[in-house]
Every structure is written in C-alpha cells, then in structure tokens.
C-alpha cells in the first residue's frame, strides 16, 4: 500500500485480557516505530525496530508490552494483562531507515478501550 | 530527560488570520525537529528543520528553528478551516532515532 497501515483501527477489550495490534510499514522501509497517544498527551515514544538489528525497547512501560517484527516487515504490538490504563491510540510509524534525519510516516493508529 | 513543550495548548482564530505557534526544547545533542499536523488519527509530516536548513516555507505554511534559543515557530497565513487540527512538534536528538513530541496546539480555524 501506499502508506503504512494498522488494525484494528478500534480494539475494545477488557481488563485483564491481552491485546494484539498489527502495523503494515510503507513497503522498503527498513525502520519502524510505535509511539502511543493517551487522551491529552504527546505522542510517547514505545520501541523501534531497524533492519535485522537488536530493537530499541527503552520506552515500553512495562513487562505487559511487547513488540516483534517478522521478516522485516509487519510488526505486532502485544500488551499482555491489559489495564485500564492502558486505554490510548497506538500509533505506528515507517522510514526508510532510522536516524534523525529521515521523516516518520505515521498510520492511522489504533484506538484501544480496556473496560 | 528530553523535553519539548508547545504553545499555546489552543487556539481559535478567524478564516484569513495569521497564526503562530510555538516550541521549545531542551534536549542534549540536538538533531533536528519535526512538525507535524494530525487531523484525526495519522499525524501528516509538515518540515523537518535542522541545523543545515533551519527555515522551510510550503505555501502559507512555514517554519523557522531558533537554535540559539533552542525553539522553533510554525506560521500559517491566511488560515482556512482545513487547517483546523493539531499541529505537533518532535525534536530527535543524540544517537536515538526515537521522537520526542510536545503535546501538541490545538487550532480551530472559523468562519
């Protein structure tokens, strides 16, 4: 597709049940980012993937998040336990590679509710 | 611990006004500092200013970054209500490619 894609686009779920959200990143991009957006905050920086290299997981919140990425390309966000708090728009982004100088592309971003 | 704080938080203008938004940052080992506009969901890359190329102009939207006093402004002139949204900033620093956002400026464009 033409840009980076996510689902659901509404998750509902609740407490204590565990989640899975799934970005698609513009096609030959070799970074990918997930960020989350709680009602009334920036956008919070999660864990970044780029290429085959170890992820930069310094921003995830606790032992409940994980994230993988399979053969480069389609990344799952897990959050394990879900509590209420949890409750935000996940937003995925893409660029062609990582660093400072290459713009983030964002999707539309997942709405997550844990009841 | 890197920080980037925007202003005003709101704001509501007229169609045809001139607006100006503001933020600031501290952060160590400064790269560069992105704006972004989000309507509903995705965020839409606006500028990327950096130390080589700290002014950038698209249409009635432009941007400058202050190093000095570690800011940068977004201007919008003659605003119309398609720009109605919130106008983020992020700033990259160090050896990171992570961003760090403000919390954003929420503009209201009337009729």
């Given amino acids: ?115 | 611990e890197d920080k980037v704080v925007q202003s005003p938080l709101s704001l509501v203008v007229h169609e045809g006004d001139t607006v100006t938004l503001n933020c600031s940052y501290e952060v160590t080992n400064f790269r560069s500092l992105l704006w972004y506009k989000q309507e509903k969901k995705a965020p839409t890359f606006l500028f990327m200013l950096t130390s080589s190329g700290i002014e950038k102009k698209s249409g009635r939207l432009s941007s400058i970054l202050d190093k000095k006093e570690l800011s940068s402004i977004l201007n919008i002139t003659a605003t119309q209500t398609g720009d109605s949204a919130i106008y983020l900033c992020a700033v990259a620093a160090g050896t990171a490619s992570k961003l760090t956002f403000g919390t954003g400026t929420r503009l209201q464009v009337t009729l």
């Fill in chain 1, 1 to 115: 597709g033409a840009g980076v894609s996510q689902s659901p686009s509404n998750k509902v779920t609740e407490k204590g049940k565990d989640v899975e959200l799934r970005c698609d990143p513009i096609s030959g991009h070799t970074a990918l980012y997930w960020y989350r957006q709680s009602l009334g905050q920036g956008l919070e920086f999660l864990i970044y993937f780029q290429g085959n290299s170890a992820p930069d997981k310094s921003g995830l919140p606790s032992d409940r998040f994980s994230a993988e990425r399979t053969g480069g390309s389609v990344s799952t966000l897990t959050i394990q336990r879900t509590q209420q708090e949890d409750s935000a728009v996940y937003l995925c982004a893409s660029s062609l590679m990582s660093g400072a100088y290459n713009e983030q592309f964002f999707g539309p971003g997942t709405r997550l509710t844990v009841l």
